[in-house]
Structure formats: structure tokens, C-alpha cells
């Protein structure tokens, strides 16, 4: 069975800085997508950023950007400039390509922006 | 407006009461999914949906029911509800086709509390 590894439950950063969320998975599948979701207080969870596992390149997206470590079953997510506004539980979460109606997440980092 | 709607947004009730919280999208998307959120546990999926009358357990199945009569409502059952269901509980809907496939739409939650 494939699980999702968040193993920093709480970060912080300060405002303009970078920080770095890690997450782990485990599969034996070698086609899938991987997902960072973004939860803010108000609950809405919103869609960060998405990897593909067939693709080298690691996905951007603005200030967001990962490091894709297929060997290594890496997924860390990279926050530069940080803005107060980023404040929010981050979840990390796997899908199969061969499954794509099941999704699995990780126990989420909560992050706090300090100013 | 594209969007995922909840119903209700809040809930209390009693151990065995049956209820039902509907979720609904009016994208025209295939697959639609509910999750629960607990704290240290980050989201669960309990049920999916690949298309109408096409059904299927998630992680957290027990104590559900869920049906996909029509493409844009998926409900969620708990027919006799106990403590342990008191959750955050999320739906979400996702499609193959288009820009970003598989990015699940969420809807605003349904915080339940069972007594």
C-alpha cells in the first residue's frame, strides 16, 4: 500500500525567507502524480502544485517550486520569499496513475510566516 | 461560479441518528471523493466515485455509505453515527480531461460533532 510521510508537523519562517517542507512516499508504482495542498485557516484546502512522475523536470509555480526525488521518494516543497499571506497547513499528497480516483495524503506541516 | 457545495456546513448530533451531508459540483467532473480530517492525521479519503452508479472504498470506509446517482451529487451517509465520526469532512471533485487533470476541487468542509 502506498503512504505519504509529512515528518515536520509544525515550521516557521520568517517573512521574505525560504523555507522548505519535506515529504516522503512509498510505492512500487512507477507512473503517478504528486500533489501539494495548501489549507489555510478559513479550511479551503487549494491546489499549490503538481508533479507528474514520468516528468525529470521539477515543477514551478511563482515563488512555489519542488524538488522531485523519484529514486530517493522525495517531494519537498520550497516557499521562497515568504509572505504572511502563506500561512497555512501544507499536505502533501499522492495519486497512481493507474488509480486515479483514490488519493492519499500525508498528515499535513502546519507552517507559520512570522513578520 | 465553478465550485464544490456542502451541506451543511455545521452539524450536532446524537449517537445513531441517521444523517446525510450532500455535496454537489457543477463542473461536469468524473470522479468526486470524500475525505475526513483529523488532527496528526491529515486527510482521509473514505469514499470515490469514478462516475455514475461507479463507487469505491477509500482508506476509512467503515461507517459510510455513499451512492452517485447523478454525475453532480455525490452524499455522504452515516446511517448510525458515533463519536469517533466527529470529524472535519471534505468533498471533492477532479477530472481526467482538461489543463489539470486530477486536481480535486474541494468544497468548504462540514464540520460534524456526534455526541
Redesign the interface.
Known sequence: AQT?T?SQ?EMSVQEAETVTLSCTYDTSENNY?L?W?KQPPS???I?VI?QEAYKQQNATENRFSVNFQKAAKSFSLKISDSQLGDTAMY?C?F?NFFN?????????TTLQVKP | EAQVTQNPRYLITVTGKKLTVTCSQNMNHE?M?W?RQDP??????IY???NVEVT?K??VPEGYKVSRKEKRNFPLILESPSPNQTS?Y?C?SSD?AGL?P???Y?G??TRLTVT
Open positions: 505519504v509529512q508537523p502524480y500533489f495542498y479550511r479551503q484546502m491546489l503538481r499536505f499528497a495519486m486515479t480516483g483514490k488519493l492519499i495524503f500525508g498528515q499535513g | 470522479y471523493s475525505y496528526g492525521l491529515g486527510l482521509r479519503q470515490y466515485s469514478m469505491d477509500g482508506d472535519l471534505f471533492a481526467s489539470r486530477y486536481e480535486q474541494f468548504p468542509g
